[in-house]
């Protein structure tokens, strides 16, 4: 094959139909976040070197290029370091797809794959209280269908810790309501599914909201006005109605950034200071590695005030053991 057969297009076709979708059938989420990336990027080519979709090739996209299109993000969409490395985890998966089904560009593939993820500062997280929580789910009007739709949402998510992509496509059938108890089904990352319960308070708000819609098990749970899927943005939207209503009784939260991931942090955050087992909410979020649930142990300033509760006042002397055996004794020096 020759250069000038590379055409990005119908690669990006075969990459995403045949390799992504067919043969390791990625989540809808994965398809999506790397449809967007592409998307982003085609149209920065177009943009910085007047090159159309349709026209651009595999050689226009040199490692130079990529970086650009990366620093972009950062300073001209204002995009976190995490986004940027996201991006990047997309155009780095084409590559190695294109190294194999491409081998002639395999050297313009390795120094693409060459390029590194930046590293970000770790922040704490945006850590909320109860009383905040419990203000900004008090805010929806119940007297409305879709205060009774955002109250029920604000209340799942919180319960749940569920993730913005597990509520926009949760669907009534995932949900199961019992006498007794109750719980929701969740699809997250990488397909894998978990079981969460859900609190009385939570399972009569989705019934009364079932029973009002009249909804069928295949229909989603939470839609628009329109009756459709709910975006990111809508969800965001709903969130900062709340916060804004919630501001008048807990002025505390015009000082936080509050994003519906930051709910999903609440949870865990109310989980850990109510003495469940740090194993248990990992679980329960979906986490992969029990490592990503440390930050929570890292933020909670209750727990790090009951550690500094439990040191000693400066000046008191904890009494040392002192060997009496030789051999102990000798052990001891080293």
Same mark, same amino acid.
């Given at each position: ?9 119908p690669?990006?076709?075969?990459f ?8 390791r059938? $990625? ?7 790397? +449809? ?12 910085k ?7 651009l ?13 990366? /620093?972009?993000?950062?300073m ?10 996201? +991006? ?11 190294a ?67 509520i ?15 719980? $929701? ?18 399972? /009569? ?6 029973r ?23 969800? /965001? ?5 709340? !916060? ?26 109310h ?5 469940? /087992? ?8 979906g ?7 440390? !930050? ?6 209750a ?6 509760g ?6 008191q +002397? ?17």
């Open positions: 094959m020759k250069h000038t057969d590379a055409l990005v297009g690669l990006l076709q075969e995403f139909v045949k390799h992504l979708m067919t043969h059938n $990625v989540s809808p989420q994965t398809l999506w976040s790397y +449809r967007d990336a592409f998307r982003l990027l085609l149209r920065f080519v177009a943009a070197m007047h090159i159309e979709p349709v026209a090739n595999l050689i226009h996209l040199s490692p130079s290029v990529i970086l650009a299109f990366l /620093d972009s993000l950062e001209e969409r204002n995009n976190t370091v995490r986004s940027r490395n996201a +991006r990047l985890a997309a155009v780095r998966s084409f590559f190695r797809w294109v194999i089904s491409r081998p002639d560009f395999a050297g313009l593939a390795t120094s693409v794959l060459a390029i590194p993820t930046k590293r970000a500062d770790r922040r704490l997280i945006c850590a909320l209280s109860r009383p905040e929580i419990q203000a900004i789910l008090g805010v929806p009007n119940l007297s409305t269908p879709c205060g009774r739709r955002d109250h029920a949402m604000l209340l799942t998510m919180y319960n749940t810790g569920a993730r913005v992509s597990e926009t496509t949760m669907a009534c059938s995932q949900v199961e309501l019992g006498s007794r108890s109750s719980f $929701v089904h969740l699809h997250g990352k990488g397909r894998k599914e978990r079981c969460v319960p859900l609190w009385v308070r939570t399972a /009569d708000a989705i019934r009364k909201w079932m009002e819609r009249d909804a069928v098990p295949t229909s989603l749970l939470f839609t628009n006005y329109r009756g459709e899927k709910l975006t990111r943005n809508g969800v /965001d939207c709903i969130l900062k109605k709340a !916060i804004a209503g919630a501001v008048q009784t807990c002025p505390s939260l015009s000082k936080k950034h509050v994003s519906p991931h930051v709910i999903r942090h609440a949870t865990a955050t989980l850990l200071q109510a003495g469940v /087992d740090i194993s248990v909410i990992a679980l329960w979020l986490h992969e590695s029990i490592d990503t649930t440390h !930050i929570y142990m890292e933020s909670n300033l727990h790090k005030e009951e550690a500094l439990r040191l000693q006042p400066a000046g +002397r904890t009494p040392r053991f002192h060997a009496t055996d030789k051999v102990m004794a000798f052990l001891e020096t080293l």
